[in-house]
């Protein structure tokens, strides 16, 4: 009986130590969200005469992030950029290269170059989405005279999931924030990356796949297929495929030891334009259109959805319905779509279940006003999502039920810059959309 007792009272104790560990983490996440959201909020509303583009530079361990980002700190490029890294020290700055002038002024942590770029690693406690936003906030008191910066370059670590970063510089309160999201660079090992990537032909895959590897590329606006000068012309060959697979809209770059122009990553304009669709049509172009969907396995895919011209209404609701249902599996949305009754071109971009688009410029005369909706995902069903997208087209009886509910929902043009009318489509995808002028 003793023994019994003893033994029921060691087990109580563990149930209760791992009952009061959940609650403890459960409340300390709690809290960090908490800090996450108000560090967001403040910096959305620090509204600026400019706004300074942000571009993500992310990828796997070894596939050269360090590399590139050592080189935009040394080179001569006229820019004026600063760059957060979120590996401490793995930026190596030779002294010598320092401003001395200017670095008295610096806050703590922050290196001021001569070439007029700034370096700071994100030192402070918390997440690494936290941590950039601490440093954001910073370098926003020092943005004026001799510390001021044009560019802001943000290297996540070799395991991020950059998915938390880009949702909040592409939430919606971010419109009027000083800085917004330009893109995403992505480079990968072409020597080793095909170890973490599930491969259909290998039996160890399931062994060597790493989810964070395909997000990475499932993510990017372009992709820098680095150290190929290690690889033969067979694993290359591999390597494009599988890259391909997961992400057929980004713009690839070959190169060996990270020497990318630098033209070539910044000011892409990938979350406000349709300039995807170049490498979209290049990726058709060289495959069968069928495989431009082929599933990566079991994991994560590249669908592609086509069809004529879109009801508006029709495709919120469609929308809205696939953001409720699978936003933590929606990695990635690129949409440039023909919209019935309008004259512009509709242009969409999402991260998860942050979703906004704009009217752009007019079709051309010639020009099919077709519709192209690109999804990147975990275990996307290509015809249940064709069949969706085929219920907001334009056809004879098309439509869909929540057609007239969403309807009254949008409004009248206002004044806009050069044409180009946001329209806004997140949260619940029922917030105001606002349309040019109807084609007669």
Known sequence: ?????????????????????????????RKRLQRIEEKSLKLCAKAGARRVPITVVTGFLGSGKTTLVNRVLTADHGKRIVVIENELGSVSIDHSLIDEARQKDAPHGVLVLKNGCMCCSGESPGSELERVLDKLLEMLQVEQGALAFDYVLIETSGLADVGPIL?????????????????????VDAKHVMRHLRSTSSALALVRR????????????RIVLNKTDLATAAELEEVRAAVRAVNATAGLLVAERAEVPLDQL???????????????EEEAALRQPALLTAVHGASVSCVCLQGAAVVLPALQGWL???????????????GLLAVRGYDQRFVLHGVHAQLQGHFDRPWRE???????????????????????????????????ED??????????????A????????????RRRVEQPTKSR
């Open 366 to 400: 010639g020009e099919e006003r077709a519709s192209t909706l690109v999804l990147i995902g975990n275990r996307l069903d290509q015809l249940e999502l064709q069949r969706g997208f085929d219920g907001c087209l334009d056809t004879t009886g098309g439509g869909c």
């Open 403 to 416: 057609c007239d509910e969403l309807g009254g929902d949008v409004a009248q043009p206002g004044e806009h």
């Open 1 to 29: 009986m003793e023994q019994s007792s003893a033994v029921l009272t060691v087990v109580g104790v563990i149930v209760a130590s791992f009952v009061l560990t959940q609650l403890l983490l459960a409340c300390l996440q």
């Open 210 to 221: 790493r989810p964070e590897a395909e997000k990475q590329l499932a993510l990017a606006d």
């Open 418 to 429: 050069e044409g180009e009318v946001p329209a806004t489509l997140g949260g619940g995808l």
């Open 320 to 334: 809205q319905r696939l953001v409720d249902a699978r936003h933590e599996d929606l990695f990635r949305v690129k």
């Open 266 to 280: 910044l000011d892409l304009g990938a979350f406000s334009s349709a300039r995807w669709e170049a490498a979209h």
């Open 167 to 187: 949702q909040v510089l592409w939430r919606h309160e971010m419109a009027d924030a000083p800085f917004f999201l330009d893109g995403v660079v992505t480079l």
